[in-house]
């Protein structure tokens, strides 16, 4: 077994998997599948003003060429935008902004929130209608572990793991046990197994050592609590632990199997 650890994503993110035998080649894997996770932090970071995705915010009203992999990703978050009634929505950038939650890159103004119909995208492209903020904060930290897990297979490594904070995937014929950190210590949570696994904590307010929030269209803040969500893949049981955290109890059962997922009551 190989792993390695390195600091991206806002956290720490590893890879694992089964060794080949041939050192040089899964340094190769291990190097290539880290490369994917930094391209899509690259592209698609709301913090670095550089990002493809600042370019986008930064010019509401243009037409503007992105990285294949930032338009697929605009793609399944405008379609979850709908799929979930609003549930989750990538336009709350504005919002999060004048809470200081995320950075300011911008001199025009903004609206706080928008919805799914004010963004679109036409082949490689992608365009601004009204002044929003998109950020993909939602999802892409799950799209990210998708990329670097497709990217294993496609090198027919037989199994493996790639663990970034709160988004694991699991794949082949790995069974790894979940345990989850409570007041109490730790308890069993579940066994994945070509499976995907995403926890997200929802606040009601930013602070200092969890300065993240969730938000629904009106810039309200769910219940205090924890999510966890498993899936296919990590980019949809990322985006849904928002979407739950945003839904009544006794419906988050059903609105997670719609998507093909299951909600995990702790």
């Given at each position: 077994?190989?792993?390695?650890?390195?600091?991206?994503?806002?956290?720490?993110?590893?890879?694992?998997?089964?060794?080949?035998?041939?050192?040089?080649?899964?340094?190769?894997?291990?190097?290539?599948?880290?490369?994917?996770?930094?391209?899509?932090?690259?592209?698609?970071?709301?913090?670095?003003?550089?990002?493809?995705?600042?370019?986008?915010?930064?010019?509401?009203?243009?037409?503007?060429?992105?990285?294949?992999?930032?338009?697929?990703?605009?793609?399944?978050?405008?379609?979850?935008?709908?799929?979930?009634?609003?549930?989750?929505?990538?336009?709350?950038?504005?919002?999060?902004?004048?809470?200081?939650?995320?950075?300011?890159?911008?001199?025009?103004?903004?609206?706080?929130?928008?919805?799914?119909?004010?963004?679109?995208?036409?082949g490689l492209s992608a365009r601004?209608?009204?002044?929003?903020?998109?950020?993909?904060?939602?999802?892409?930290?799950?799209?990210?572990?998708?990329?670097?897990?497709?990217?294993?297979?496609?090198?027919?490594?037989?199994?493996?793991?790639?663990?970034?904070?709160?988004?694991?995937?699991?794949?082949?014929?790995?069974?790894?046990?979940?345990?989850?950190?409570?007041?109490?210590?730790?308890?069993?949570?579940?066994?994945?197994?070509?499976?995907?696994?995403?926890?997200?904590?929802?606040?009601?307010?930013?602070?200092?050592?969890?300065?993240?929030v969730i938000v629904n269209h009106?810039?309200?803040?769910?219940?205090?609590?924890?999510?966890?969500?498993?899936?296919?893949?990590?980019?949809?049981?990322?985006?849904?632990?928002?979407?739950?955290?945003?839904?009544?109890?006794?419906?988050?059962?059903?609105?997670?199997?719609?998507?093909?997922a299951n909600y995990l009551k702790?």
């Amino acid at each position: 077994m190989i792993k390695r650890m390195r600091p991206l994503l806002g956290t720490f993110v590893e890879i694992g998997f089964n060794a080949s035998g041939d050192s040089e080649m899964d340094q190769r894997r291990i190097e290539q599948a880290f490369s994917e996770i930094e391209n899509i932090q690259s592209q698609m970071s709301f913090h670095n003003p550089n990002s493809d995705l600042s370019r986008l915010n930064k010019t509401p009203g243009e037409w503007v060429d992105l990285p294949s992999e930032t338009i697929h990703l605009l793609h399944l978050a405008q379609s979850l935008y709908f799929e979930s009634n609003g549930l989750f929505n990538c336009t709350v950038g504005g919002h999060l902004v004048d809470q200081n939650i995320l950075p300011t890159h911008f001199s025009h103004d903004y609206k706080p929130i928008g919805s799914g119909d004010d963004f679109e995208v036409n082949g490689l492209s992608a365009r601004i209608n009204r002044p929003i903020l998109i950020t993909l904060d939602g999802i892409a930290k799950g799209f990210a572990v998708d990329q670097a897990i497709n990217y294993l297979i496609e090198e027919k490594v037989e199994s493996g793991w790639v663990n970034a904070g709160g988004d694991l995937r699991v794949f082949g014929n790995l069974e790894m046990p979940i345990h989850q950190r409570n007041e109490h210590g730790y308890q069993s949570l579940t066994k994945l197994k070509d499976q995907a696994l995403a926890t997200s904590r929802a606040n009601r307010y930013a602070d200092p050592s969890f300065p993240g929030v969730i938000v629904n269209h009106k810039g309200q803040t769910p219940e205090a609590g924890t999510i966890s969500v498993t899936a296919p893949s990590a980019w949809i049981a990322d985006a849904l632990t928002k979407v739950l955290a945003l839904t009544p109890e006794n419906d988050r059962e059903a609105i997670a199997k719609k998507f093909g997922a299951n909600y995990l009551k702790v």
